[in-house]
């Protein structure tokens, strides 16, 4: 920028100071190269502190106002297409003249990333800005330490304005929880080409219609988003997000996320999905076990997955991938997905989705009385019926040595899957030869060459399923050269 220069500190982050004043030769000099600046990303010393960065940019009050008061007319980079501004603290004014003075008509996304503890004057400063940009198709404001944050600045008003300018936008993220009327101002003023929605919900407004008079006044109402395809809800409850879900009409979702911390029933916002969501084209669905957004001294359930809770969800058909996460665990670290299943139940899964191509399950709850577990024999059945499988993380238990005994057709694959390299066997337990589960691997899947365990459930010992990738790396070496040998016609046939 012109008028600008480095200096280097005794911490060795370089901060920016500007001279008294811009002469026009330093803005003729500028205003060469900055038609070439597309994208632009703004630190500030205080944001990159204890992170990888080496340098930043901290541009303070008087820098805005010096730039501002100097530079030409219209925006500061003229061809600027993506802004990506991360910022711990700042004032209203600061915001009005940063985002304005790179507000063009060429700028098609705009992400922020605020301290949460400072968010209030950058929101509401966000909120007043005259949004017009016609070529803006994402915005998004999040918050660098947290998901989610509780407090509401979403006005009924203040949103239309926001969102009326904005003709083009096709993807809205927006991290503060917003009530059921504000929901409403915002879908009444969404544009038709909106395709991607991330917002979070106030669980005091949404979860109890009779702490919530907004939303027992508006039960019966349905909001329609026609073309949106995406859509990402958080909230503290699961039943707060089941409660939207039953508002709101989706015609078109093909990708859904709920990121939450309080599951009170799985099943009944799989029920929930089932009820709301089956008559659209969904086919991606990622639930977060997002702790973090948990209040404070709230216990931390186990979330038992089993055959029945997981019926509802087999009404989507078109299933091409479900991940269950858990992203941000509880103090402990541990997952509070765990799956209660075996092979009878992974052969339903398998039947149901047969358009399967990324599926992330969690740790097992094993118990040998119930033969609720997943054995070889379950992956065999996701290779016959998921013939898209590029993504696999499961949960096996392999005790029984008789397994490998056994040679009757129903035990020996009659189907390979080519396109998975790598699986995660999470919480799993190899109690026979290594060898012998890596043969059956690598007939499931011959080009399987690497494994990994996360342990969550208990101290499992990782050194047989490190023994079964060192097989498989053995088994695919000898095939490599095997079939380089063949292709150079070179002669193997042992000779006396």
Known sequence: MPGIFPEREDTGTATTHFTPHISP??????????????SLCLFTSDFCNGSDQTSSIQLSYDAWVTLSSCKPPGPLLPNLKQLFWFIPTTTPTETTQAVNMFLGPKLRVFQLQIDIDQADPVIEAILHLPWT???????????????????????????????GGLGHLQEFRWACVVSPD????????????????SVGLDDDAWGDEGRSPSLAQRQGETWTLPNLTELELHARSSLTCSN????????????????????????????????TLSHTTLHT?????????????????????NPDTLQPLYAFRAMTSISFSEGNTDDYGESRF????????????AMAWPQLKSLRLGPSVWDSTLDNYITLKGLKHLVQ????????????LVTEPSYFEDTALDIIPTRCNELITKIDFIDSSIGVDSWDVAAYLHVLFPRLV?????????????????????????????HLWRSRILERGINITATS
């Open 338 to 349: 765990q799956f209660s299943l075996n092979d009878t139940a992974v052969l339903e899964l």
């Open 244 to 275: 939207a879900l039953r508002m709101c009409n989706f015609p078109r979702l093909a990708v859904f996320v709920l990121s939450t911390a309080l599951f009170p029933s799985p099943m009944q916002v799989f029920q929930t999905l089932c009820d």
């Open 385 to 396: 019926h998921c013939q898209y499988l590029v993504e696999l993380r499961i949960s096996i």
């Open 25 to 38: 030769k330093d803005w003729n000099r500028f205003q060469i190269y900055a038609p070439r600046i597309k």
């Open 133 to 163: 940009s016609p070529s803006l198709q994402t915005l998004g404001v999040g918050y660098h330490n947290r998901s989610l944050c509780e407090r509401s600045f979403l006005g009924g008003r203040h949103l239309q304005g926001l969102l």
């Open 285 to 305: 669905i990622t639930l977060k076990d997002d702790y973090t957004l948990a209040p404070s001294g709230t216990d931390s359930p186990v979330l038992i997955i």
């Open 182 to 197: 504000q929901l409403s101002a915002l879908l009444a003023s969404q544009p038709r080409s909106l395709r991607r929605l």
């Open 450 to 478: 690497s494994t990994e365990m996360d342990r969550y459930l208990c101290e499992r010992d990782e050194g047989p399923l490190e023994e079964v990738e060192k097989c498989l790396l053995s088994i695919h070496k000898a």
